[in-house]
């Protein structure tokens, strides 16, 4: 019987042993062998089935990771899925996987910050060359392209400024150069789109976000395809970057839900969307106007939008765009998003302000808002009274 995913997502993970609906965790640094005869064959096995989930020792993982790994590598429609402690960890993790001293590399512009300052600083120390491209002029990708240049990260949509890109158009780049490409797909998950169909060696999910989707976990997952399987196997052995059981059951229970939520996140936030579309002051920075660049891109690429959006206000009274800020009182003030809640986040200059192609004027304030599972009606009120204070 062919099962949809949504199908499979609450279906999968069961303990068929014991006949329980949720898999156990199972927590070990040190696995027992009958033998030594035992040991060699497990290790025997896993050198031939290496994606088959055979361990002998707890930093490669446990039952209850590789279930999550499976359920992701379907759900990736990848070759193998890695599960790493933090999102970040995947961010890194990608990258370690691939760049050698001497070597550059093509990144988004508009790429989440600690990936920023990890390319842009950290890697420049072991002459590791980064440049930033436009994401709205892949011509600034195209001509940055030498002989050292070996992956280009994309991230999709933009932190904070939420561009989208023309995915074919990058991969069809990467492969007439024959460069890696690497994704970071939080907002979307391979519930909206799925980068490796699309082509790409690499993508990267915060598992912080929609994955667990409570906030009370943290990890990630780089998916990857046969081509940079065993460069990555390599580097996750090297670096130790293991998520651990608890954290895997976690994300393993959000999962059964993505699709629910996801679909919920995406109906409130298109909600929102149209009472602050009305709203002079505020230029959304999100795909809803159809008649925008950024709209086509999305539709192409994606089969919906989740509940992360970004505001760009025009005011010259800047206390006023962060007394409309603080006036919300359903949207909590905090980092990450992608759990159940409605946050809000005023984007300091900080995040924004090494961008190469990004002019922001003075009179213009970014404002991140996450769009949780709350009764949207609510939510609209709630901006409807703190908007009183924009001027
Ligand atoms: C787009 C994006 N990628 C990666 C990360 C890092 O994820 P984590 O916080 O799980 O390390 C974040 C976190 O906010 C993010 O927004």
């Given at each position: 019987?062919?099962?949809?995913?949504?199908?499979?997502?609450?279906?999968?993970?069961?303990?068929?042993?014991?006949?329980?609906?949720?898999?156990?965790?199972?927590?070990?640094?040190?696995i027992?062998f009958?033998?030594?005869?035992?040991i060699?064959?497990t290790q025997?096995?896993a050198?031939?089935?290496?994606?088959?989930?055979h361990f002998d020792y707890g930093?490669q993982?446990?039952?209850?990771?590789?279930?999550?790994?499976?359920?992701?590598?379907?759900?990736?429609?990848?070759?193998?899925?890695?599960?790493?402690?933090?999102?970040?960890?995947?961010?890194?993790?990608?990258?370690?996987?691939?760049?050698?001293?001497?070597?550059?590399?093509?990144?988004?512009?508009?790429?989440?910050?600690?990936?920023?300052?990890?390319?842009?600083?950290?890697?420049?120390?072991?002459?590791?060359?980064?440049?930033?491209?436009?994401?709205?002029?892949?011509?600034?990708?195209?001509?940055?392209?030498?002989?050292?240049?070996?992956?280009?990260?994309?991230?999709?949509?933009?932190?904070?400024?939420?561009?989208?890109?023309?995915?074919?158009?990058?991969?069809?780049?990467?492969?007439?150069?024959?460069?890696?490409?690497?994704?970071?797909?939080?907002?979307?998950?391979?519930?909206?789109?799925?980068?490796?169909?699309?082509?790409?060696?690499?993508?990267?999910?915060?598992?912080?976000?929609?994955?667990?989707?409570?906030?009370?976990?943290?990890?990630?997952?780089?998916?990857?395809?046969?081509?940079?399987?065993?460069?990555?196997?390599?580097?996750?052995?090297?670096?130790?970057?293991?998520?651990?059981?608890?954290?895997?059951?976690?994300?393993?229970?959000?999962?059964?839900?993505?699709?629910?939520?996801?679909?919920?996140?995406?109906?409130?936030?298109?909600?929102?969307?149209?009472?602050?579309?009305?709203?002079?002051?505020?230029?959304?920075?999100?795909?809803?106007?159809?008649?925008?660049?950024?709209?086509?891109?999305?539709?192409?690429?994606?089969?919906?939008?989740?509940?992360?959006?970004?505001?760009?206000?025009?005011?010259?009274?800047?206390?006023?765009?962060?007394?409309?800020?603080?006036?919300?009182?359903?949207?909590?003030?905090?980092?990450?998003?992608?759990?159940?809640?409605?946050?809000?986040?005023?984007?300091?200059?900080?995040?924004?302000?090494?961008?190469?192609?990004?002019?922001?004027?003075?009179?213009?304030?970014?404002?991140?808002?996450?769009?949780?599972?709350?009764?949207?009606?609510?939510?609209?009120?709630?901006?409807?009274?703190?908007?009183?204070?924009?001027?």
């Open positions: 019987m062919v099962k949809s995913f949504k199908t499979f997502l609450k279906h999968t993970a069961k303990d068929f042993h014991n006949q329980s609906v949720n898999p156990p965790v199972v927590r070990a640094s040190t027992i009958k033998s030594m005869q035992h060699r064959k025997v096995k050198r031939k089935k290496p994606t088959g989930g930093r993982g446990t039952s209850t990771t590789y279930i999550l790994q499976r359920i992701l590598t379907k759900l990736e429609e990848s070759f193998h899925v890695f599960t790493t402690p933090t999102g970040f960890g995947s961010v890194f993790l990608a990258i370690f996987s691939v760049i050698r001293p001497e070597d550059e590399m093509l990144v988004a512009d508009p790429v989440y910050s600690p990936t920023r300052i990890l390319t842009e600083n950290y890697l420049k120390e072991f002459n590791v060359r980064t440049v930033f491209y436009n994401p709205h002029d892949l011509k600034t990708l195209e001509k940055n392209i030498t002989k050292k240049t070996k992956l280009i990260f994309v991230e999709n949509p933009g932190s904070n400024t939420f561009d989208f890109q023309d995915l074919d158009k990058i991969i069809s780049i990467a492969k007439k150069h024959n460069i890696f490409t690497a994704i970071d797909n939080t907002w979307g998950t391979p519930y909206y789109l799925k980068p490796m169909k699309l082509g790409f060696d690499m993508s990267i999910v915060s598992a912080t976000k929609y994955y667990s989707g409570h906030s009370d976990v943290m990890g990630g997952s780089l998916a990857v395809n046969k081509k940079v399987f065993n460069k990555v196997k390599t580097a996750e052995k090297i670096t130790g970057l293991r998520l651990g059981p608890d954290d895997a059951y976690l994300i393993t229970r959000g999962l059964r839900t993505l699709d629910v939520r996801l679909d919920r996140h995406s109906e409130n936030a298109k909600k929102v969307a149209a009472f602050l579309s009305k709203n002079k002051k505020i230029q959304l920075l999100y795909p809803f106007k159809k008649n925008s660049e950024n709209y086509r891109m999305w539709k192409k690429y994606y089969s919906g939008a989740s509940g992360l959006m970004g505001l760009k206000i025009k005011s010259n009274n800047a206390k006023s765009v962060k007394k409309f800020v603080n006036s919300l009182k359903l949207f909590g003030y905090g980092y990450s998003w992608g759990g159940f809640e409605s946050l809000v986040l005023h984007q300091e200059f900080r995040e924004t302000g090494k961008r190469k192609y990004m002019n922001l004027s003075k009179d213009e304030h970014l404002v991140r808002l996450h769009i949780g599972l709350e009764d949207p009606k609510d939510l609209i009120q709630d901006i409807k009274q703190a908007l009183r204070y924009l001027r």
